[in-house]
């Protein structure tokens, strides 16, 4: 396959703003179809991106330009069906976190995906930050990681995510899930979560020990009702540590004895564009080679149901 031809359900911010400038990068994707409700945001993507066809009607859509592939790029209460008719016709297909509302619904996508051979992908960009990736390897030579910290704090106590549709720890909370899995590099032993509502109706404040089959050791550490956003992560291996913080403006530290190496996120990505450095184009070219090598992406469907069941494991195991 020369040419990826992929065709794109949503003219929303996350879609302009990250994922459709890295696909007009790509010199084997071809563009060939893009579907919204909305007639402004369609005819304004569509132009931005020099996108021909335009569609209301994602069926048609599909219908009518045969794509390889469809990006997805949907609320999650509004994900599961047109996720599933894609995976019915044999398209390999691209979402954003969360994977859905509920556990059942991320199984149900992975189960007809295997089925129908198709390649997906969830977008948990924190993997694919230049940084993040660069670090881990560095550490990772010293050894297996034995302890790892996951962070993400925000200042927004009452935060309600599509007007209370899906929880806080499963949609936006969910990257330190799958950011503590990725570095642990194994699979979940067991789980002891504290939960807590502060200054809100609802609960938002997520933190969990959580021991690996490996033996590494993962924290998870999150409150929305705090001073702002601190998002860092914690890597340590035999001899070696790494406190990272990847945001456009920050840096990794890393710590081996008396020595101390800075990186910066720019310097690992070689470029201040944000959808770069924060992994999103990263994350898109990983999907597009991925369907053109016949491989199954890291964060395909199948991985996302380990970190919903993550999450299901951090609600159903609460020391209190």
């Given amino acids: 396959m020369e040419k990826v031809n992929v065709a794109l359900i949503g003219a929303g911010g996350m879609a302009n703003g990250v994922h459709y400038p890295s696909l007009a990068e790509f010199d084997d994707v071809n563009l060939v179809g893009l579907c919204d409700l909305i007639p402004e945001k369609l005819k304004a993507t ?99 990681i034995i302890q790892c910290v996951s962070t993400f704090h925000k200042n927004s106590p009452a935060a309600l995510y599509y007007n209370g549709a899906i929880d806080v720890l499963s949609c936006d909370a969910i990257h330190t899930v799958d950011a503590l899995r990725w570095m642990a590099g194994g699979d979940v032993k067991v789980v002891s979560s504290d939960i807590n509502s502060y200054y809100s109706e609802r609960e938002n404040s997520f933190n969990a020990l959580v021991k690996f089959e490996n033996g590494c050791t993962g924290i998870i550490m999150t409150n929305w009702a705090v001073g702002g956003r601190i998002h860092i992560f914690e890597m340590h291996a035999k001899g070696i540590s790494a406190l990272i913080n990847p945001d456009l403006d920050g840096s990794a530290v890393i710590f081996e004895g008396s020595s101390r190496k800075e990186i910066t996120t720019v310097e690992a990505a070689g470029t201040d564009a944000n959808y770069k450095a924060y992994g999103f184009f990263g994350e898109n070219r990983h999907f597009i080679d991925c369907i053109k090598s016949d491989k199954q992406p890291d964060t395909c469907f199948a991985d996302a149901v380990k970190t919903m069941e993550l999450v299901r494991l951090m609600y159903a195991n609460r020391i209190d």
């Fill in 46 to 144: 569509a132009e931005r991106f020099e996108i021909e066809n335009t569609f209301t009607d994602y069926k048609r859509m599909i219908e009518k330009t045969n794509p390889d592939a469809i990006y997805v790029l949907m609320p999650p209460h509004h994900l599961f069906d047109l996720v599933i008719h894609s995976l019915s016709q044999g398209l390999h297909v691209f979402i954003e976190k969360p994977p859905g509302v509920t556990l059942h619904q991320i199984k149900s996508m992975a189960l007809l995906a295997e089925k129908k051979g198709c390649k997906t992908m969830v977008g948990f960009n924190r993997r694919f930050i230049p940084l993040m990736k660069q670090v881990k390897e560095m550490v990772e030579e010293k050894g297996q």
